[in-house]
Structures are given as C-alpha cells and as structure tokens.
C-alpha cells in the first residue's frame, strides 16, 4: 500500500460488499415491491463503489505517506476530551433528557473544538439542541428521553 488512502479505501470496500452481502439474508425484493434488505443492499453497493474510486484514484497519486503520519501532529487533549463527552452523553442521555444533555453537549464541543464567544457558544447550542428535537421528536416523532427536568 502506497498511502493511506488507499488503506481505508480497502476497508470500506470490504465494509460495503459485507453489509451488501448479509443485507441479501434479509430478502431484496422487486424494485417495484423492495423487501427489508434493499436499502442496506444498495447502500452497501454505494460504499463500496465510492470506496473503489477513491482507490483507484489513489493508484495514480504514488505518494508514500506512513500510517503514523495519519496520527502525527494531532491535539490529542482535545481529542480525548471531546470522546469522554460523548461517553458522558450516552450515559447520562436518559437522565438528563434528549434536550438538556444535547444542549450541554453541544455547548461543550462548541467551546473546546472551536472557542467561541459564550454568546455563540449559547446560541449555536440551543439552535442545535431545539433543532434536532423539532426534527426527532416533532417530525419524525421518535421517543425522546425527558430527563429528570421533565424536557
């Protein structure tokens, strides 16, 4: 392997044709009457597809990047912090309720990624945090978590 494109190009090929393969297990159907594994199917066909472009592509390119320079160079601080919040996310979710917990959450990210101003920091995180329940509780009417607050 020349680079690491191409590696991860590899892995997604593989991911693509496992998901389209097992997704058959579930019945494809007709395309006029499609049964429970088309879309995993189709979706499968995609990645793989897209994922055997991008290696092909990276045939051409013959760079020779290691894979230790994927990682070199990064604010692993910040890295770890923002997978501890998402841990803390998950196991407080039911808890702290769908809004307060993704409004924290969001708040967080906001401030240690990218530091803002608190005014931003505030706005982008209700913005976020209202808009996702209009579309998951209100649109799609999924079963949101209420939390200990009753929201």
Do not use: C, H
Not at 20 to 42: E, H, M, N, Q, V
Not at 100 to 126: I, N, Q
């Amino acid at each position: 392997m020349k680079n690491n494109d191409q590696r991860s190009s590899l892995f997604w090929l593989v991911i693509g044709l496992a998901i389209a393969l097992y997704s058959t297990k579930y019945g494809l159907g007709k395309f006029s009457s499609p049964g429970p594994g088309f879309l995993p199917f189709l979706s499968g066909l995609v990645l793989a597809g897209l994922a055997f472009v991008v290696f092909l592509q990276q045939l051409s390119k013959g760079s020779k990047e290691k894979l230790r320079d994927l990682w070199a160079q990064k604010n692993w601080p910040t890295i770890m912090m923002v997978m501890g919040a998402l841990v803390l996310y998950t196991i407080f979710f039911r808890f702290f309720g769908f809004l307060l917990d993704t409004f924290l959450l969001t708040a967080f990210l906001l401030r240690v990624m990218e530091p803002l101003s608190w005014k931003k920091v505030l706005a982008g995180a209700m913005g976020a945090a209202i808009g996702s329940y209009a579309i998951f509780q209100l649109w799609l009417e999924a079963q949101l978590p209420k939390g200990f607050l009753g929201f």
